[in-house]
């Protein structure tokens, strides 16, 4: 079974710029988060989607936005971007009923000049 | 704020020693455990979880301790090898919630 996908891997914006992460989930798996790592703040939510719908959301400013689409895969976005935006975006699915059990992908490592 | 810290950044360890990882938690409602592994540059992997109904959960060469009076969490690694070089979380999750808060991180550096 193939295991969660990010792409693209590595990108380098500007301040100001936006920027879109895709993410597919584990087939089966419907809800779907999105997690920012930092050396300075570690693993911080961001929010987190099943069956389409937001059903959680982090302490992150309106800048930062996702979707999920019908087959569960999830993009997400951020707009003006900031020097301090520059991180490893984690998307990590889980099933349903086990939500302590997340699959990570590999992340998105985003790099703000 | 965090309800999980590490209480170390890094522990060194030599290879076929055996390895603790601490965690303290402060939320009293968490009721769901869970230890994560992250090898550089992957995502956190998934290692052995433990419910507050329980003390104690094994696995394959891991050990996952509970003592919910002093809200504190390790993990023990047993016959620690160099793959087993990583950073480990601790998460918790309070009964009801889907999303887990996970710790700092301890950097586990396994010397051959």
């Known amino acids: 079974k193939a295991g969660v996908t990010q792409t693209p891997r590595y990108l380098i914006k500007t301040r100001g710029q936006q920027v879109t992460l895709s993410c597919s989930p584990i087939s089966g798996h419907r809800s779907v988060s999105w997690y920012q790592q930092t050396p300075g703040q570690g693993l911080q939510f961001l929010f987190e989607y099943f069956s389409e719908t937001q059903r959680n959301k982090g302490n992150f400013p309106g800048r930062f936005s996702g979707r999920q689409f019908s087959n569960s895969r999830s993009e997400m976005n951020v707009s003006t971007l900031e020097l301090g935006d520059s991180a490893l975006y984690l998307c990590?699915?889980?099933?349903?009923?086990?939500?302590?059990?997340?699959?990570f992908g590999e992340g998105s490592r985003l790099t703000v000049l | 704020g965090e309800s999980v810290g590490l209480h170390l950044p890094t522990l060194s360890v030599q290879e076929g020693d055996n390895s603790i990882i601490n965690c303290a938690y402060s939320n009293s409602a968490s009721d769901y455990f869970i230890w994560y592994k992250q090898e550089s540059g992957k995502g956190p992997q998934f290692i052995i979880d433990i419910r507050s109904n329980m003390d104690k959960r094994q696995g394959q060469r891991v050990t996952v301790l509970l003592n919910k009076t002093v809200k504190h969490l390790s993990l023990q690694i047993a016959a620690t090898q160099p793959g087993d070089s990583a950073v480990y979380f601790c998460a918790d999750l309070v009964g009801g919630s889907y999303i887990p808060t996970f710790g700092r991180g301890t950097s586990l550096i396994v010397h051959p």
């Open positions: 990590a699915s889980s099933l349903a009923g086990r939500a302590g059990e997340l699959f």
